[in-house]
């Protein structure tokens, strides 16, 4: 069936990544970063990167709003949890559905400008929701405390099952097995295969070419017969879907939704984790999601004691100065760092790391037949 | 049996004015199936402001095109393109970043699948029929060696010719032709009129721009002149050649 087969390239590419996704605990263990918690992260990061890339790596439509798709995948994950099961399959397929129908709403009226007003336009769309459910939603997200399970839910599916209700909360499960710590992971790993197979699917058909083709010359797209709109919407709606399924995850590896997933720091973060893994390409964002996280993972640990210790070779005077500044960009100033990486990138390697990968393979002669999916070589202005 | 000319394309009491200039005043046109119209004039004459009121891109002050019982003006430019009106722009509009087999499937989507699509399951790889389509198109236009190359590093006149193949692949009733052969050498210019030719032969009607008059003389079965924004003279291409208004506004328009 062709709903099935990938081009051989691409099933290579496959299997190399799901060997990797499923060695996490064991390749992550020298980098101190082989515990379930974190793991989990890198997986929903690099699913919501994946999907993000979909619509921003084909269409070039920038959205600065897609936290918000992630927001509404853990609220709808955990209302799932609190009213019907503590399955977690219901709470994904809600999760999609629902971030679906938003992302629809949202990319309709979005898509209707281009460029920088797209841009403006799904910001401003995500910080409303963000605002809303801090203040008119209080009820659906509970505001600032998030929402959260309590033993006194209803999870009507699970008292008709006569699941009987347990002295502590319950936690999600997946056909009655408990997701704690590393069976979490691999269900998230599971979702990211089949994610990662579906952007494959897209990359390859001939919507994705479509959709490679608007970014390339939306007026030759008009004037050969499409309707770009629905093309972008679709990217969108799919890109919006990926962003809820990873808050489903979220919610799933730990069952509480708050708002501050919502916010525009948020819809930036995967916005820098696709330009700096490399936009366009599949495995880029990835990439970059794990970088980033892993990143943060460090960087936000350190404190003052930690850098003190770190610089103690240095005499004390100049130690306490390389600590004051340093301090800065560690712990709650992490984004400094993050910020300064960006601009790194951007400047000298603005096809991300994926382009830098490139370029060292070429620096070794290793030229690939194949057709480079980044930039063409530069022609000259006519 | 009906011995009239079955006329295509109607262009109805058209006037274009952007701000004061008036690009086009009085424009009327009548373009017979199956025929080729070449339009000439000098540069500014309004020539291609004329094909962007047809394709729907710029919308006219006053009057109507109609395509085959259709009226054109006020449909967007997928619409039209569905009904069968294809256009070669004056600075080709390609699509750079695909290669250039790409860049001739696309189109065939589009006449295969409408206007708008979610195509997933099946890879590209497997679209043999569209692919092969594709390169059939691509050996015509002498482009098929080129066709792994990003569209983006052609040189012009092969942008022109894969420009053209995207519009052919898509077996248009109508096509518009913004000066095809401007940018290309001698030899390109004659490998493109003999394709012209020989697509002219398959029943398609054309419609021409061309400064090139040898261009012109080998293709059209009627011309117009245009010059300010009007038709002033309209014919078989032996009166058009004779016309001594013609020669004063080309004359008087190329040597200004
Ligand atoms: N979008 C526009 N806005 C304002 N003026 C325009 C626009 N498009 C064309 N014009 C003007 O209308 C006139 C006719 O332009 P047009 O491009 O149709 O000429 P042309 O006959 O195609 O000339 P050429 O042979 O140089 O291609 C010109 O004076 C041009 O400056
Ligand atoms: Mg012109």
Redesign the pocket.
């Known amino acids: 069936m062709d709903i099935l087969v990938l081009p051989r390239k691409d099933l290579i590419v496959f299997i190399c990544f799901a060997v990797v996704v499923l060695a996490m605990p064991i390749w992550l263990t020298p980098f101190g970063a082989a515990y379930p918690g974190l793991m989990q992260k890198f997986v929903i990061f690099a699913l919501f990167a994946v999907g993000y890339n979909i619509l921003f790596g084909l269409t070039g439509y920038l959205s600065f709003g897609h936290a918000a798709f992630l927001g509404v995948g853990s609220y709808t994950a955990v209302w799932s949890f609190k009213l019907l099961t503590m399955d977690v399959l219901p709470a994904l397929v809600l999760a999609v559905v629902l971030s679906g129908i938003f992302s629809l709403a949202i990319g309709y009226v979005s898509l209707r400008r281009s460029g920088i007003y797209f841009s403006i336009l799904t910001l401003a769309f995500a910080q409303m929701c963000y605002n809303l459910a801090y203040s008119v939603l209080t009820p659906i997200t509970n505001g600032e405390t998030s929402l959260q399970l309590s033993r006194l839910d209803a999870r009507v599916v699970d008292a008709a099952f006569g699941v009987v209700r347990g002295e502590r909360l319950p936690s999600p499960s997946l056909f009655g097995v408990e997701l704690g710590g590393h069976a979490g992971f691999y269900l998230c790993a599971v979702v990211l295969l089949v994610a990662f197979f579906v952007a494959q699917k897209v990359f390859n058909s001939p919507f994705g070419m479509m959709l490679k083709a608007i970014k390339s010359n939306q007026t030759r797209m008009s004037y050969t017969g499409f309707n770009t709109r629905p093309y972008a919407l679709a990217a969108f709606v799919i890109s919006g879907m990926y962003a809820g399924l990873a808050g489903g995850l979220l919610a799933v590896t730990d069952p509480l939704a708050g708002a501050e997933r919502m916010q525009w720091t948020a819809s930036g973060e995967v916005v820098l984790m696709t330009i700096l893994g490399g936009v366009g390409t599949l495995i880029g964002p990835v990439i970059g999601a794990w970088l980033i996280k892993y990143l943060e993972n460090i960087f936000s640990a350190f404190n003052d004691a930690m850098l003190h210790r770190t610089f103690s070779f240095l005499p004390d005077g100049l130690q306490d100065g390389v600590v004051a500044v340093a301090s800065k960009f560690v712990g709650e100033g992490w984004h400094l760092t993050l910020g300064l990486v960006f601009m790194l990138v951007v400047i000298f390697l603005p096809g991300g790391i994926m382009e830098g990968a490139r370029r060292i393979r070429m620096a070794f002669g290793q030229r690939s037949g194949s057709a480079p999916q980044t930039k063409p070589d530069p022609v000259p202005a006519e | 049996m009906d011995q009239r000319p079955n006329i295509v394309l109607h262009v109805d009491d058209v006037f274009k004015s ?1 701000g004061g ?1 008036h ?1 086009l005043s009085d424009i009327d046109l009548q373009v017979e199936e199956g025929k080729t119209h070449a339009i000439i ?1 000098p ?7 004329l094909l962007n009121v047809i394709i729907g891109r ?1 919308p006219p002050s006053r009057g109507a095109v109609v395509f085959d019982g259709t009226i054109l003006t006020g449909k967007k430019p997928h619409e039209i393109n569905q009904l069968g009106v294809v256009r070669v722009f ?1 600075t080709p509009e390609i699509f750079p970043d695909l290669s250039v087999l790409q860049n001739v499937m696309t189109p065939a989507f589009a006449k295969r699948d409408g206007a708008f699509r979610v195509a997933l399951a099946r890879p590209l790889e497997r679209e043999t029929g569209i692919r092969d389509e594709a390169l059939h198109m691509l050996e015509d236009v002498g482009l098929v060696d080129r066709r792994e190359v990003h569209a983006g590093a052609l040189s012009r006149g092969d942008k022109r010719r894969l420009e053209l193949a995207m519009c052919l692949i898509q077996k248009p009733r109508l096509l518009l032709l913004d000066e095809p052969t401007a940018g290309m050498s001698r030899h390109d210019t004659n490998t493109t009129i003999e394709l012209l030719k020989k697509i002219k032969s398959r029943g398609m009607t054309k419609v021409i721009i061309e400064h090139d008059m040898h261009v012109v003389f080998s293709l059209a079965d009627k011309i117009s002149v245009l010059a300010g924004g009007r038709i002033i003279a309209e014919g078989l291409p032996s009166e058009v050649r004779g016309d001594p208004r013609v020669q004063e506004a080309y004359l008087g328009g190329e040597h200004a």
């Open positions: 952007f200039l690009a004039g540069n500014g004459a309004g020539k291609s402001t710029i004056q």
